[in-house]
Structure formats: C-alpha cells, structure tokens
C-alpha cells in the first residue's frame, strides 16, 4: 500500500514530466535532426558541411560561417565590456554619491525599465541614419547598449547598496580618496554583481538577431543569430531542417555549456533586478 | 536633508562638485540621444507624414485620426489582446505551478533542479534557435512534427497546415513556453525565503496542501506576481520578435499585434510618420496598463510593512 506522501510526490512528478516534455522533446530534436539523415535513418554529418564551405540554402546565399562567428565574438565581448564599462560607474554614483538631480534621475531610470523600449525603434533609426550610423557595427552597439544599461545598473546599485559605509569609511581614513576607494575597496567587492552583469550582457548580446536585422545590410557583417535568421525567417516551413538545426546547434551549444557554469550568477541577477523593485 | 545647515558653511570645491556627474556622464549620454531624443523624435515624427522620400510635412493629428478609421485596427488591437492576455495568465500559471512544485512539493531535491534547469533552457538559447522547433512542430507538410504524428496514428492522412489553421495560438505557445522561466525564477525563490518553521507549524495545526498554498505560499508571492505581470504584459504589448520570426504576422493579418504593425507601417511600407503614430499608441496602452495594475495591486500598501521590518 502506498503511502499518501509517495502518491503525491508521484503525481507532481508525472506532472511535471509532462509539463516538460515539450523542452525535452526540442533538445532531442535538435540532436537528431542535425546529426541523422531521415532518409535512410542512419548517423550522418553530412549537415556540418557549413563548416567548410559557404551556405547556399532556398535561393538565400550566404557567406562562410568562421567571419560570422569571428563577428559574434568580438560584439558579444564588446557589448560586455561597454556594459560593465558604464553601468559600474553609474550604479555606484546613483548608490553612493549626492548630486543635484539624483532623484530624478533614479526615477527616470525606474521610467525607463518599464519603458517598453522597442516603440522608440523608429524614431532611433532615424537618428542613426542622421548620425551616418546605418550599416555600422558602431550604430548597433550603441542602440544595444542603451536598450540593456537601465536594468544593468539596477542591479548593480543592488549590490552597491549592500557593501557596508564602513568598509569606505575606512579606506579613506587610510588615506583613499573617494575614486581610489571605488577602484580599489568597491568594485572588489561587488565582483560577483559584475560577474552576473556580465554573464547577462553576454547572453543578450549572444543572441542579437533583430538590430542587425534592422541596421546591418551587409550579410558578412552579420554576427550568428542575424546569419541563421536569413534562413529560417525565409517560409514558414522550413526545407532543410538539417542545416538549421546543425547550425544551431554549432551556436548553441558553446552558450549552453557557459549556462551550465554560470547559471547560479544568472539566479542572483534575475533576483537582483526584482529585489529592488 | 538634515545636515543642509552644516553644508553651507562648508563650500565643495568644483573638482568635487562635478566629480559624480563624471561618473553618470556616459550613462547620461546614451540615455540622452537614444532614449530620450528618440522618445521626443516618435512624438514629433507622429504629426507629420514622413514616408520614403524622406520630406516630412506637419499634418497635424492626421496620423491619429488615420489610425481610428484604419480598417484593420480591430483585428490589430483583438489580436493585441488576446495575444497579451493569454500569454501573461498562462505563463503566469504555469510558473506559479512549477515554482510551487520545485520549491515546496520537491523542495531541495535534484529532481527539483533538473526541472528548474530545463525550463529556463528556452530562455537561455537565442530566439532564432528557438523558433525553429516550434516550425518544426507545426510543419505544414508531412515532414512536421504534429503532422507526422497524427499520421502515424492514423488520425488524419493529409497534413495540416497549422500555420494557417491557428497561427495566433502557436504564436502564444512558443511565446510563454520562452516565458515562463523568467516568471518561475521569481516565484522559486520567493517561496524559498518562506521559512521552513511556518510550514511545520502549519503541519502541526493539521493544515490541508491546499491551505498551506493558499493562506502560506500564495500571500508571500503578492509582490514577485505584481512585477511579472507589469513586466511580462508591457513586454507582451511593446515587443514583437517572436511573432515576427515565427509568422511575420501572418497569415493575412492574423498575428499581426499593434506594435508589429507599427514596424511594418514604418520598415515594410516607408510609412515612418504613421508608423511612429501607431507606437504612441502603444506606449500609451504601456503606460495605462502599469498605472492600473499598480492600482489594483494596492503598490502603496505593499512598500509599507517592508519598510517596517527592515
């Protein structure tokens, strides 16, 4: 006879699996459909062919992937260290300093989080297309980067906020002034809170598709979500799910495994950002 | 503010006056040209009728008058709804289930994590990537997922054209599944600072599951629900990427949502004018959402207590 406690837990479990079969059945798929061939049912790489020469898919011509992937990395990584760049200082005058208007500036900060951002998209490219920053690496940069910096600095005057007055007070009776203490006390201190920014810069940057769809007209300067956009964007059923999901997959995995290293830094961060709501 | 009586006796030097403007410059700067000037351009832009050749003339309020008559606006705005609607009550549910499930029922388990993990997987890999199962699931020729499951079971020998069958109810499918995690992370741990003591107690006293997820769990998530559902339903509203890549807003308009049709009106048609018209719209839309549920959620009442137990 089963207990009531081991029923319960069972039926939470068969509802759980059920809830999330769709995700299992996505990464099976994508295992399988990249790496078989469904004609004969047998193991095959043939889908890897990318790697070696330019992708040619649906009437859609596109160049070789390794510029691609060379692109990704440098914006993503760019994306990151701007982020941290900014965000760091202005999170620490908004959690430690005083100045004239810093109430309001707090609160158009707050505006600008629950500001639904992608209305401004028209007016922006008009902008750009003044500051002569269409089909530039710059223009996407900078439209990117505003878009992300308010919830960035959000956290990160979370984290300012919890690092005690003491520990400054202390490094200034020791002869600090007030930057040397933010370099050399503040910042070691709230590594983690950079970390987590940074982990989340990185994955938003990672996954980039529409800027470059709207700003970037070149298909060579296109990072890997703008270049695996052009095919799957192109019907909606999808001829070659072979190609696709290799290619995916060759995108995909390498942030997956980062997840997996840094998914209690992404934890923190999501919380980190509501806490202070 | 109290100590405004000792500040005035002692003057800052300038170097030390300007010293945390230098700090927010950069941040400043950014905000100011592609946030702010923006904001101001999409409601200059809106009075004038700027299209592809680039010479905007002042029409006034013709954009907005233009946008009422539009005879597409009722789908537009019935699509918008529903779209937001749906997808914000059964994101929401499901991360209340799940987080419930995780951090009570399972609590401290591996099994609990491995759950936790798979859901945000769709969050976590690009959206591109993401959106190519769902196409998959709802190929409309044999080769699709359902189709070919259905015809193995015998069900129905023709495949399906999902796409054109129940293109908003796919859009709502790949668009909370992608959801959900963000909800469930603030749920989870919400429920995870419930100390383990209130459960006892409550064991104690004989109290059903049912009770303890209503008088214990549900209570502490007042807080973590009124931030997914502001957030969650402006990000339904405003952004259209999802859609865009699975249906473009298709079939006819059928997906089309108001903040959708807004970039095709300006990027498709070279309609920048109306364009930014239809996306005042649906930042004010935004801005009437927020400050009802903050409302409804009493925002006030709720910062209180916090403040007192600090």
């Known amino acids: 006879m089963m207990s009531t406690g081991t029923l319960k837990k069972l039926l939470v479990h068969t509802y759980m699996t059920l809830f999330t079969l769709p995700i299992i059945a996505m990464i099976i798929w994508y295992f399988l459909a990249a790496t078989m061939n469904f004609t004969t049912g047998q193991f095959s790489m043939e889908n890897f062919s990318f790697f070696g020469k330019p992708v040619e898919y649906a009437g859609v011509k596109l160049p070789l992937i390794w510029p691609i992937v060379l692109n990704t990395i440098v914006y993503s990584f760019l994306i990151v260290a701007i982020e941290v760049c900014i965000s760091v200082p202005t999170a620490y005058a908004f959690a430690r300093l005083d100045f004239r208007g810093k109430r309001a500036t707090m ?149 997956v495994v980062f997840y997996i290293f840094t998914q209690k830094i992404f934890m923190k961060v999501n919380l980190g950002g509501a806490k202070q709501v | 503010m109290e100590n405004a009586t000792t500040r005035q006796t002692y003057k800052k030097p300038f170097t030390k006056k300007i010293y945390p403007y230098l700090f927010i410059m950069p941040f400043a700067v950014l905000v100011f040209i592609f946030f702010i000037l923006p904001a101001i351009a999409t409601i200059a832009m809106s009075f004038t009728d700027l299209n592809a050749s680039m010479k905007p003339n002042f029409v006034g309020f013709t954009n907005f008058k233009r946008i009422f008559m539009d005879y597409n606006l009722p789908q537009i705005l019935w699509n918008t709804a529903i779209f937001a609607v749906l997808s914000l009550a059964i994101s929401m549910l499901f991360a209340l289930i799940i987080s419930i499930a995780t951090q009570y029922f399972l609590k401290g388990k591996v099994t609990a994590v491995i759950y936790r993990v798979l859901w945000l997987i769709p969050s976590i890999i690009p959206a591109v990537v993401y959106v190519t199962f769902w196409k998959y699931v709802f190929d409309p020729t044999e080769v699709g997922l359902l189709n070919s ?162």
């Open chain 1, 107 to 255: 609160k158009f900060l707050f505006l600008m989080r629950s500001f639904p951002g992608i209305t401004l998209i028209i007016a922006t490219f008009f902008i750009l297309v003044q500051m002569n920053l269409v089909n530039t690496y710059l223009g996407v940069l900078l439209v990117a980067i505003t878009g992300s910096l308010p919830g960035r600095v959000y956290i990160m005057k979370g984290f300012f906020d919890e690092v005690p007055w003491d520990i400054e007070w202390a490094a200034m009776v020791d002869g600090c002034t007030r930057f040397s203490a933010f370099k050399k006390v503040l910042v070691p201190y709230v590594l983690p809170g950079i970390g987590a920014i940074a982990v989340f810069s990185f994955l938003g940057a990672y996954g980039e598709w529409f800027l470059f769809k709207l700003l970037i007209f070149n298909d060579d300067m296109l990072t890997l979500a703008g270049y695996l956009s052009k095919l799957v964007t192109k019907e909606n059923n999808i001829i070659n799910y072979g190609l696709i999901t290799a290619i995916g997959l060759f995108y995909t995995l390498p942030i």
């Open chain 2, 149 to 310: 499951i259905m015809h193995q079971f015998g069900v129905e020998s023709d495949p399906v054209s999902w796409f054109t069958k129940a293109a908003m109810a796919i859009v709502i499918v790949a668009t909370i599944i992608s959801t959900i995690s963000g909800g469930m992370i603030l749920l989870s741990a919400a429920i995870n600072s419930i100390p383990e003591d209130l459960y006892q107690a409550a064991r104690v006293d004989g109290a059903s599951e049912k009770s303890v997820i209503t008088k214990i769990i549900l209570p502490t998530l007042k807080w973590p629900l009124m931030y997914i559902t502001i957030s969650e339903l402006i990000g339904f509203v405003s952004s259209y990427f999802f859609i865009m890549l699975l249906t473009n807003g298709g079939p006819m308009r059928d997906t089309t949502t108001l903040s959708l049709y807004a970039y095709q009106q300006a990027f498709n048609l070279k309609y920048y004018g109306y364009g930014s018209a239809v996306s005042l719209i649906v930042v004010l839309i935004s801005f009437i959402l927020t400050l009802f549920f903050l409302r409804l959620f009493d925002f006030d009442q709720m910062i209180k207590p916090s403040r007192i137990e600090d």
